[in-house]
């Protein structure tokens, strides 16, 4: 027999029957499923229409038919019974919706610091940028340096031939 490792929790105690196994992912999509389920019309109108039926059996078949009589005890414990297990697979369905909330929510955080520093970076870049051309001869300015000294070179040239004007 090998000793138990301190790192891990103890085992409990063993009993007399084996403790079921269940995959909780698979337990999960299951009452996620149900829950949606239950939050159709769909099921109001099923409800709706067992409940119907089971009165209307209950009251109008002959008395050795009925199987609930009047207070429809029968009919109250499995809706309570219904209730009983609805309530904590919709609770399920919710944390199970709360978890993928959070994680999307942590996703989009993640990818908007993410947006954020690559806008702060290109602004970064855009005003080295600015800088840098700031420094460099533009077109236009090259173009109004020329002419300017066209301007000069033709007035030397009329000053130094005046006969050719």
Known sequence: MTTPRL??????????LPRPHYDPE???RLAEVFARFLGTARFL?????????????????PS??????????FLTLM??????YAAPLI????????????VQYEQDRSQNERSIADTEYLTREIAGLRLAIS??????????ELQQMLKELDGERKESHPTLS
């Open 135 to 144: 420094e460099v001869a533009t077109r236009d300015f090259l173009r109004s």
């Open 91 to 102: 609770l399920l369905a919710q944390n199970r919706q709360g978890d993928r909330d959070r």
């Open 26 to 28: 698979s337990f999960g």
């Open 64 to 73: 050795w038919l009925r199987w609930d009589p009047y207070p429809f005890i």
């Open 7 to 16: 790192d891990q929790p103890r085992e409990l105690r063993r009993t007399l």
């Open 79 to 84: 809706l309570s019974l219904q209730a009983s």
């Open 45 to 61: 109108v099923y409800m709706t229409a067992f409940v119907a039926v089971w009165i209307g059996w209950n009251i109008l078949a």
